[in-house]
């Protein structure tokens, strides 16, 4: 595929990814009274949206090194939306938000400290208030409670997986995805080292920065992943929506392998 | 509903891990990685069968073995590290014995690794003369062509130094085998892969030779292992198939 094709395809995929998250925007029930559940599923959905397009914006990102960071990603924004749609939906958004409240002012809390260990920088003070005025218009500082070891809604991701009926994407795709994003053993042997072919040095592994091509495989997954999520929200509201995104890739893959994007070192 | 998550039943479950049935039986489980520590404690016995054929090196194998064995009673005289507990007197024992022709070729079957190795356990068996016949890129291609096939515990070189191994261990009486196991039908190793009972005989061989180097780290912090690999990366660097 040629670069104007290929700049074609991606702001069509881009565009179909818009469209399928502004269907499911609008018809996702709304109360501006209690508006913890619209505003953490529709930001959840605006994320998963976030990511997909950023991967598709970056062919060369489209690699064992760096693709399963977002599929990671991405599995989690569903296996949490999941959780949170499943029952007692205005509670667990609920927990959602007060999670992540308590983890800025855990941030911030960390920041300050600096501060006052390294000395004042104008440009950290200016960071620490913008995101206490953040915190702020939300909840009074000393109001917000900080959980500093425990999970969003006190289970693990696993069981929020299990109760949600996402156990084959935990299964299949969050956890092994986890070792790239970790960088765990059983990524790092795989993508960063090599055997040594030196018979004299018993066999061990030596490091590498392999140059991997891109696959639109990976593109694949996180639409899969896009996909399901839309499913999950067409499925809360009651409502039916083509999936554009989907449409728009199966169509590149119709069209012969001339229009498919073609792989790109990284 | 709940699925239903039943993968690795056989294993089980102490807290949050789950033990392989293998480990949960054998509560003192000892790894004895093949490459690591087998290859150099036996590296011995496979240079003698490379340079000088199988039989002529389960033979000289023996003409070593059976006098140092008469200074070391404790101790089964197959691997590099028994023999550097061996003292210069003993040395010179093991040495007065192995002689003439058997002499020169021992000699002339251990000279690469004697001098490409400074820390070699069986130096002392090697003559001034073999010492002194620098030949640094002869050694190192003889013994890059060695190594490989001992990587492969199954391959016939790798069987073979280990048979040898176990062939001290009987003939100084140090091992004994029940008539029922495939250990006693020892002899059939030279048949190895090509008969059945050969392939049970070499599975036998390497149980044995295992707890053999085994039982070794429990006495001795496995000087020469590391030290003939951490000398190889002095003696040549990393490469990769397809690099120039």
Redesign the interface.
């Known amino acids: 595929m040629s670069e104007p094709m290929l700049r074609a395809f991606i702001e069509r995929f881009c565009i179909a990814v818009r469209l399928d998250c502004s269907h499911r925007f609008e018809d996702f029930p709304m109360d501006a009274f209690n508006s913890d559940l619209d505003e953490v599923s529709r930001g959840l959905l605006a994320r998963q949206g976030s990511l997909l397009i950023e991967l598709a914006r970056n062919p060369g990102a489209l690699n064992g090194h760096v693709a399963p960071l977002f599929h990671r990603a991405m599995a989690e924004v569903h296996i949490t939306l999941s959780y949170i749609l499943k029952e007692d939906q205005q509670n667990r958004a609920r927990a959602f938000v007060l999670a992540g409240l308590s983890e800025e002012k855990l941030q911030i809390a960390h920041l300050e400290r600096r501060v006052r260990e390294s000395g004042e920088s104008d440009q950290v003070s200016l960071l620490i208030e913008q995101r206490k005025q953040w915190l702020a218009s939300q909840r009074f500082e000393h109001l917000t409670i900080v959980n500093a070891g425990g999970s969003t809604f006190g289970v693990s991701t696993r069981d929020m997986a299990?109760?949600s009926?996402c156990?084959d994407l935990y299964d299949f795709n969050f956890t092994p995805f986890s070792a790239c994003v970790h960088s765990m053993w059983h990524h790092v042997a795989r993508y960063n080292l090599?055997?040594?072919?030196?018979?004299?040095?018993?066999?061990?592994r030596?490091p590498i920065l392999p140059e991997l091509e891109s696959g639109v495989h990976e593109l694949w997954v996180a639409t899969n992943t896009f996909s399901d999520t839309l499913t999950l929200m067409d499925t809360f509201a009651k409502s039916v929506h083509p999936f554009a995104t989907r449409d728009c890739l199966n169509s590149a893959k119709d069209e012969g392998p001339e229009s498919k994007p073609a792989p790109v070192s990284g | 509903m709940k699925r239903q998550r039943r993968v690795l039943e056989d294993h089980k479950q102490v807290g949050k891990k789950l033990i392989p049935p293998f480990l949960d039986a054998f509560q003192n489980f000892h790894e004895v990685p093949h490459v690591k520590l087998v290859v150099p404690e036996f590296i011995w016995l496979a240079a003698l069968n490379n340079v000088l054929g199988a039989h002529e090196g389960a033979r000289l194998c023996l003409e070593v073995a059976r006098p140092a064995a008469l200074c070391d009673s404790q101790s089964i005289l197959a691997t590099c590290t028994s023999y550097s507990k061996l003292t210069p007197e003993n040395w010179s024992r093991v040495v007065r014995s192995v002689r003439g022709l058997d002499r020169e070729k021992v000699s002339l079957a251990l000279s690469p690794i004697a001098r490409l190795y400074p820390d070699f356990p069986l130096r002392p068996l090697v003559t001034e003369s073999d010492l002194t016949k620098v030949n640094d890129e002869a050694d190192l291609l003889w013994i890059m062509e060695l190594l490989p096939n001992l990587y492969d515990k199954t391959s016939v070189e790798s069987v073979g130094m280990m048979a040898n191994a176990t062939y001290i261990a009987f003939v100084t009486d140090k091992l004994k085998a029940s008539t029922d196991t495939s250990l006693a039908q020892f002899p059939e190793v030279e048949k190895y892969p090509d008969t059945e009972m050969s392939v049970r005989v070499a599975a036998a061989i390497r149980c044995f030779t295992n707890s053999l180097v085994g039982g070794l780290s429990e006495e001795a912090p496995r000087h020469w292992p590391r030290s003939f690999w951490n000398r190889g990366l002095e003696l040549s660097s990393c490469f990769m198939e397809g690099e120039e």
Do not use: Q, W
């Open positions: 299990m109760e009926d156990a090599a055997r040594c072919d030196n018979p004299l040095h018993s066999g061990h030596i």
